[in-house]
């Protein structure tokens, strides 16, 4: 007899092996998967590190023989088409899978559905929506990138009590503790990129790497914002593009030349106004295969993605230091003249990191 508290409990179990590819899978979706029979774990699996292999396969190959007859739990519909792996889909049917459990239907064109229909046909029973909420936020990213052709933003603001990032004289080492800035860490490998725009590299010559996690972590790419591409390449980033890779979104007719030779990619873009016109920054970047990007950047890039309804998520994280009118503003100028038309963002969790508070607030996909 089919339980749905033991679905739940073990499609949880398949959600919190997928969260463990967040920021490392991309282009694919992290998904986790879980072989269980009488109540029994015999495989488990998560989507590797630039997605391959993928999360049912290595279930299977844990369980090996014994999957006969058994139920597999997986966050996202299993793949039916042919790609640098054979359909997942075929693994399950051959492997003699019973059940099939899903959170949540695949949006790309050539799964969407196909893949519950495949595991149907072949005499497979399928139950659908098991922790579907849960599954959409994990897998949002990659539902931004097939359905919306940009990844999903998650914009980070480390502020004094008055919401300044800086003293009058810009500087900004370090308003939080160093408990929130290992959080960072984390937020930074689990998105696959990290942007910033060309001011905050002038001004504070990060690395933006992923640092005391390990070896094993897929560093993101370090995006960087420049619609001139004039940034002097005398820097962290420029000396390290070879190791980890650097991307520099910039105007079409921009002179890459100063950073051709440092190992970086040019992803030219059209213009705006005021810069960039980052909509298409972002499907330049989904192009590519984000499909989750976390922003470091200042004031002026955070309250113009904002202005443009691309940051799904906001963290804010916020220090017991007051800092004053003089300070620097944590966001730049956005022209909100009435109050209700200022870009609205619903509270999601609010907890303490050592002395700070990280309040996290979301939009779009993660609602």
């Known amino acids: 007899m089919v339980s749905q508290k033991n679905d739940k409990r073990w499609m949880r179990l398949a959600l919190s092996h997928g969260a463990r590819g967040l920021g490392q899978t991309w282009p694919n979706p992290n998904v986790g998967c879980v072989i269980v029979k009488n109540n029994i774990?015999?495989?488990r699996g998560f989507t590797q590190p630039g997605g391959r292999?993928?999360?049912?396969?290595?279930?299977?190959?844990?369980?090996?023989?014994?999957?006969?007859?058994?139920?597999?739990?997986v966050t996202l519909e299993p793949c039916v088409h042919t790609g640098k792996t054979p359909p997942c889909t075929n693994a399950l049917i051959n492997?003699?899978?019973?059940?099939?459990?899903?959170?949540?239907?695949?949006?790309?064109?050539?799964v969407a559905g196909k893949g519950i229909q495949a595991l149907k046909d072949a005499g497979i029973t399928v139950s659908l929506d098991v922790m579907k909420s849960e599954a959409d936020q994990v897998h949002a990213g990659f539902f931004a990138k097939t359905l919306k052709n940009r990844p999903i933003v998650t914009l980070k603001l480390a502020t004094s009590l008055d919401g300044k990032i800086a003293t009058q004289t810009g500087d900004s080492q370090w308003i939080t503790g160093e408990p929130s800035r290992?959080?960072?860490?984390y937020l930074r490998a689990t998105h696959d990129a990290v942007m910033v725009g060309s001011g905050t590299v002038e001004a504070d010559n990060p690395s933006l790497t992923v640092r005391n996690f390990g070896n094993h972590i897929r560093q993101p790419v370090r995006v960087i914002l420049d619609s001139n591409a004039h940034i002097n390449t005398n820097n962290n980033l420029a000396k390290s593009a070879r190791e980890t890779p650097v991307w520099i979104c910039h105007g079409e007719h921009a002179d890459f030349n100063d950073w051709s030779d440092t190992g970086a990619i040019s992803i030219p873009c059209l213009l705006s106004p005021d810069g960039l016109n980052l909509p298409d920054v972002m499907s330049k970047l989904a192009q590519k295969g984000l499909t989750r990007v976390f922003c470091e950047g200042g004031g002026?890039?955070?309250?113009?993605?904002?202005?443009?309804?691309?940051?799904?998520?906001?963290?804010?994280?916020?220090?017991?230091?007051?800092?004053?009118?003089?300070?620097?503003?944590?966001?730049?100028a956005m022209n909100t003249k009435i109050l209700k038309d200022a870009p609205q963002f619903k509270l999601q969790q609010v907890r303490t990191i050592g002395t700070d508070v990280i309040s996290t607030w979301s939009n779009s996909y993660l609602n």
Do not use: C, W
């Open 300 to 332: 002026k890039l955070g309250a113009a993605l904002i202005k443009e309804n691309l940051v799904d998520q906001l963290i804010i994280m916020q220090a017991g230091v007051a800092i004053g009118l003089e300070g620097v503003t944590a966001l730049g």
């Open 41 to 43: 774990v015999l495989g």
């Open 53 to 73: 292999p993928h999360a049912e396969a290595l279930a299977l190959k844990q369980a090996g023989s014994a999957a006969n007859e058994a139920t597999a739990y």
């Open 182 to 185: 290992r959080f960072v860490h």
């Open 95 to 110: 492997a003699g899978i019973s059940r099939v459990v899903i959170a949540t239907v695949d949006p790309d064109p050539r």
